[in-house]
């Protein structure tokens, strides 16, 4: 006759299973049923999975296997990176050529155009045969797209772990008494519900917040290019910023001021500023996506904080002047909004914005007070920003 496990053992088990089953059931559909989909795209334009999967390994430089150049994935990543990567990217080549014939992608491959492009395509050699191959591979990748990223669950199985934990602590106390020193049970339920509890607070806090935001833009415009190297004013750009609640985002015939001469990048060659003159000449809005974002409840205006207060950009929004790619640097928390009109000096007495604080300006006069703060005008009163 078997012998049965320990209960504390079975619940271990079960307890396992059920951590690896939420494991799978989380995994995002595209891993696990984007290569059906890419078959079918390739059967109805009659090639076969093993032509697509072929070309995909061209593009990854798993073959040749004596292969002697660099490979596609090399210069043209698949999957976003935290640093720019100036040159194109995979699906941005794909849906470029998608709808083009093999002489025009061949042509851009093998007799590039740009003095950057020549450069890095001197030494690349590819059969003609394997390239039809890597030109349908991205014609897949066009229609499909790239396979979703698998989701960080880390806290999510300490999150578990620690529950397993606590719900081992609770049957000890109240049924097993297996354990000699009670106090066991009990520091490690209580550690346990502390833990998750801390881990709950500070999941909730980051709701809504984006500290350390860094898309992927649908042109690489690089700030340390244009705002660093080049000392473009920010306000050239953002025209509104001094008057209105946003900062504005330049249209196309502002970037074609210089564009309309400029039409190759030290760095990113053609490609990237080709998307920015036919987006122009065809009158096509650039999709950018936003990366400083307030809750709906919050009012924010540009106007008051650089118009009348005359913040520098950088007070909010970090070096952006040293960016390649934009990031989120503060966390736009109401706690961060609070503590900097706490410590931020008004620009007062020369600003006659201000001449109807009549009480601060004799203060001030008097000595009684050598500078004035955000917060002694009224930035802290709830109605600013939530009315």
Not at 202 to 230: C, T
Not at 263 to 286: D, L, W
């Amino acid at each position: 006759m078997r012998k049965k496990l320990p209960v504390p053992a079975r619940l271990l088990l079960y307890s396992l299973l059920f951590i690896f089953t939420l494991f799978f059931l989380i995994q995002p559909r595209e891993s696990r049923g984007g290569e059906q989909l890419r078959t079918a795209t390739a059967l109805v334009e009659g090639h076969s999975h093993e032509d697509i999967k072929r070309g995909e390994r061209f593009f990854l430089g798993l073959l040749p296997f004596e292969r002697k150049s660099a490979s596609c994935v090399s210069c043209h990543n698949l999957t976003p990176t935290d640093t720019l990567n100036w040159n194109p990217s995979a699906m941005g080549i794909a849906v470029k050529y998608a709808g083009k014939d093999f002489a025009a992608f061949q042509s851009a491959v093998m007799q590039p155009s740009g003095k950057l492009m020549e450069e890095v395509h001197k030494n690349f050699e590819i059969q003609e045969e394997d390239l039809k191959l890597v030109k349908l591979y991205l014609d897949e990748l066009a229609i499909a797209g790239p396979a979703a990223q698998k989701p960080t669950i880390n806290n999510l199985l300490i999150f578990l772990f620690v529950g397993l934990l606590i719900t081992w602590a609770l049957l000890e106390l109240i049924f097993f008494r297996k354990i000699k020193y009670r106090m066991i049970p009990v520091v490690i339920l209580l550690a346990g519900l502390g833990l998750q509890l801390k881990m709950v607070v500070e999941e909730g806090i980051k709701l809504g917040r984006s500290q350390g935001y860094m898309p992927d833009q649908p042109i690489k415009f690089s700030h340390k290019v244009h705002a660093g190297d080049n000392g473009i004013d920010c306000k050239y750009c953002h025209s509104t910023v001094e008057y209105g609640k946003s900062a504005g985002i330049p249209a196309m015939e502002l970037c074609m001021n210089c564009h309309v001469v400029v039409r190759e990048g030290t760095h990113s060659g053609k490609f990237e500023i080709a998307k920015v003159v036919e987006a122009n000449e065809k009158k096509i809005p650039v999709e950018w996506v936003r990366i400083h974002n307030l809750p709906d409840h919050v009012f924010f205006s540009h106007a008051q904080h650089v118009g009348v207060a005359g913040l520098d950009c950088a007070k909010c929004h970090g070096d952006v002047a040293s960016m390649d790619v934009v990031k989120q640097v503060s966390d736009l928390s109401m706690g961060w909004c609070i503590n900097c009109h706490r410590e931020t000096n008004v620009k007062f007495s020369e600003n006659h914005y201000y001449d109807n604080y009549i009480q601060l300006h004799e203060d001030l006069k008097a000595g009684k007070i050598d500078s004035v703060k955000a917060v002694q005008i009224g930035a802290n009163d709830c109605m600013r920003c939530h009315y």
